[in-house]
Each structure stands twice: as structure tokens, then as C-alpha cells.
């Protein structure tokens, strides 16, 4: 077995366009209250180990600093009772008599996938969150919103995202208002000044700054719950030689290889 990092991570979506999500006390809230490093270990046996940030640990961009809000449910608990939710008699929350149910979408597609969804439906109902899940075929679930894709168009609350980086830190795409892949929907003006300065420069002293940045107000803000940062094992024949996958392809240099 060849191991290699991949470059791209798997992580949760809080669709900020919608209402309680569109309150980033209430996504801290949601991040705390989810161990990642259980999701980590018992579904993967740590062969995704827990990330912080879209960059992925590898690359001159990554900032080791930035951090998600740490699991933890007496924080979580008290944040979603200064927000209202409080608990019932049957410890479900509530505000003004409205339940606090979410949809939570997965595709059914991925084992790691459904199995972290079911996982975060049992951390968050221990929190008073009432979740229901959702399946979606990969078909409908990536696509444009001009395609009925479910990310794009917003029908949804929170889901399971896995996404391919490329080599290039640039991730404007995924998190600028207008970017083409923004699942969550987010829109800072201070992530969009900071990818636009990124992309204006060449130096890598000054786009490794400026990334930072990024990471840490995507931390802060947390339109995404990142979860896991792959290491995808490859099963080779006794014989063959050369076979050296990249975080990028594990093609990348099959002229190479022999049996």
C-alpha cells in the first residue's frame, strides 16, 4: 500500500443564506458542539486527520494558526441558550415555539460521507438539534445553480462537502461572494479584498500573508466546518515499481512505472 496526502479536504457546509445560519455566533455554536476528532477516528481510523483550514498542510500557503472553534459542548450550549434556543422538557431547543430542526444533505454516493452525517446528527441532537438527513445523488448535488445543483441553489441547511484543491492556493472560487463554488453562500468584503490582493501579486512572501488572513477570518466566520484532510492509500501488485501518486494524481508519473 502507497500512501500519498490529498490535496482538498472534506468538510460541512452552514448555508448562510438562510436564517439561523446566516449568524456566525450560531455556526461557532454548531462547530463546537461536533467532536472532529471522533468523526476523524472512528470512521477513518485517523487516516483523515482533522483540518482547520481549505489549504491543505503541505502547501507554502497553509497557516498552522488559524483554528475552528474546539469542540466543546458546555461552550456550545451556552452560546445556542444567549441565542435564544433554549431546551424544552424533552431537551430539544426552541425559540419563540419554533424547534431548532435542520436538514442536513449528504451524498449517498461516499460511505465517509454518510457516516460522518449520521455522526453529526447524533453530536448535534445531544446538543437539543433536532436533524433530519437528507441524500442526494452526486448527480444533483455539485452542479450549477442554473442546473437545479443543490449546494448552489441554497435548499438546504447544512451538508457534506468534499473538494478538490489545486496546486495553487487560490480558493477565491469557493470563497468570495460571487465565487463559482461558494456552497455556503458567504459574502465578506474583507475575504474578497484579501483574495483580490492574492491573486495581484506573484511574490509568495506576500499571498502566504495575505492567505493567512483568509484562513483566520474563515475560522472566525466559519462558513465551513472543515473536518478531515485526506490520505488516500493505493493498493499496488508486488511487482510494479515506480508508482508515485502526488497530493494532485496518482497519474502523475505513470510514463514511469514498471512490472
Given at each position: 500500500?502507497?500512501?500519498?496526502?490529498?490535496?482538498?479536504?472534506?468538510?460541512?457546509?452552514?448555508?448562510?443564506?438562510?436564517?439561523?445560519?446566516?449568524?456566525?455566533?450560531?455556526?461557532?455554536?454548531?462547530?463546537?458542539?461536533?467532536?472532529?476528532?471522533?468523526?476523524?477516528?472512528?470512521?477513518?481510523?485517523?487516516?483523515?486527520?482533522?483540518?482547520?483550514?481549505?489549504?491543505?498542510?503541505?502547501?507554502?500557503?497553509?497557516?498552522?494558526?488559524?483554528?475552528?472553534?474546539?469542540?466543546?459542548?458546555?461552550?456550545?450550549?451556552?452560546?445556542?441558550?444567549?441565542?435564544?434556543?433554549?431546551?424544552?422538557?424533552?431537551?430539544?431547543?426552541?425559540?419563540?415555539?419554533?424547534?431548532?430542526?435542520?436538514?442536513?444533505?449528504?451524498?449517498?454516493?461516499?460511505?465517509?460521507?454518510?457516516?460522518?452525517?449520521?455522526?453529526?446528527?447524533?453530536?448535534?441532537?445531544?446538543?437539543?438539534?433536532?436533524v433530519t438527513i437528507k441524500k442526494v445523488t452526486l448527480a444533483h448535488f455539485y452542479l450549477p445553480k442554473s442546473a437545479g445543483g443543490l449546494l448552489m441553489s441554497g435548499a438546504y441547511d447544512i451538508a457534506y462537502m468534499a473538494y478538490r484543491s489545486g496546486e495553487d492556493p487560490d480558493d477565491s472560487d469557493l470563497v468570495t461572494c460571487a465565487g463559482a463554488s461558494n456552497y455556503a453562500g458567504y459574502c465578506s468584503a474583507e475575504i474578497d479584498?484579501?483574495?483580490?490582493?492574492?491573486?495581484?501579486?506573484?511574490?509568495?512572501?506576500?499571498?502566504?500573508?495575505?492567505?493567512?488572513?483568509?484562513?483566520?477570518?474563515?475560522?472566525?466566520?466559519?462558513?465551513?466546518?472543515?473536518?478531515?484532510?485526506?490520505?488516500?492509500?493505493?493498493?499496488?501488485?508486488?511487482?510494479?515499481?515506480?508508482?508515485?501518486?502526488?497530493?494532485?494524481?496518482?497519474?502523475?508519473?505513470?510514463?514511469?512505472?514498471?512490472?
Open positions: 500500500i502507497v500512501y500519498a496526502p490529498f490535496a482538498g479536504f472534506g468538510a460541512l457546509v452552514l448555508n448562510t443564506r438562510r436564517a439561523p445560519f446566516d449568524d456566525a455566533r450560531m455556526r461557532r455554536a454548531l462547530a463546537s458542539s461536533i467532536d472532529r476528532d471522533r468523526l476523524s477516528e472512528a470512521i477513518t481510523q485517523g487516516q483523515y486527520a482533522v483540518t482547520d483550514s481549505d489549504q491543505p498542510s503541505f502547501s507554502w500557503a497553509y497557516d498552522p494558526g488559524a483554528r475552528l472553534p474546539p469542540y466543546d459542548t458546555a461552550a456550545a450550549d451556552r452560546a445556542l441558550d444567549d441565542l435564544g434556543w433554549t431546551r424544552g422538557a424533552d431537551g430539544m431547543r426552541r425559540k419563540q415555539g419554533r424547534p431548532l430542526a435542520i436538514t442536513l444533505a449528504v451524498f449517498p454516493e461516499g460511505d465517509t460521507a454518510v457516516r460522518t452525517a449520521e455522526y453529526v446528527e447524533r453530536m448535534l441532537a445531544q446538543r437539543g438539534v433536532a479584498a484579501l483574495e483580490t490582493a492574492a491573486l495581484a501579486t506573484t511574490r509568495v512572501p506576500e499571498r502566504s500573508a495575505l492567505y493567512a488572513r483568509v484562513q483566520r477570518v474563515l475560522a472566525r466566520d466559519v462558513p465551513y466546518v472543515y473536518l478531515y484532510a485526506p490520505r488516500y492509500g493505493y493498493a499496488l501488485a508486488g511487482a510494479m515499481r515506480g508508482f508515485a501518486p502526488t497530493p494532485f494524481s496518482p497519474t502523475a508519473n505513470a510514463w514511469r512505472w514498471e512490472k
